[in-house]
């Protein structure tokens, strides 16, 4: 199993940024593909960003690309997700998840955070 425990969310005016982090414990963490997604009220859950299990490629939603940068410390079984140029749009609750090996952008990951709430004001 796989523990992961975001943090970072919060209220921020369009235009902000935000560091969202998720801590992972339970397995060796670099073994694991961690990714981003997020939800918003009535809509379905979407991917954001994921990140291969030693750094060497990173993968954005169209949405996010150039504005939000994932990224990782194996040391510290960590990733973050950095948010910049923040819209209202991207309100939404944030999780992250984890799977073993391979990446993908598709909601096929194992493991799930509880999420962690973006609100971004106008």
């Known amino acids: 199993q796989v523990q992961l425990i975001e943090s970072g969310g919060g209220l921020v005016q369009a235009g902000g940024s935000l560091r969202l982090s998720c801590a992972a414990s339970?397995?060796?963490?670099?073994?694991?593909?961690m990714g981003w997604f997020r939800q918003a009220p009535g809509k379905e859950r979407e991917f954001v960003a994921a990140?291969?299990?030693?750094?060497?490629?990173?993968y954005y939603a169209d949405s996010v690309k150039g504005r939000f940068t994932i990224s990782r410390d194996n040391a510290k079984n960590t990733v973050s997700l950095q948010m910049n140029s923040l819209k209202p749009e991207d309100t939404a609750l944030y999780y992250c998840?984890?799977?073993?090996?391979?990446?993908?952008?598709?909601?096929?990951?194992?493991?799930w955070g509880q999420g962690t709430q973006v609100t971004v004001s106008s």
């Open positions: 339970g397995r060796t963490f670099s073994n694991l593909v």
């Open positions: 998840a984890a799977r073993p090996m391979t990446v993908t952008t598709t909601s096929d990951y194992n493991f």
């Open positions: 990140i291969s299990r030693l750094a060497g490629s990173t």
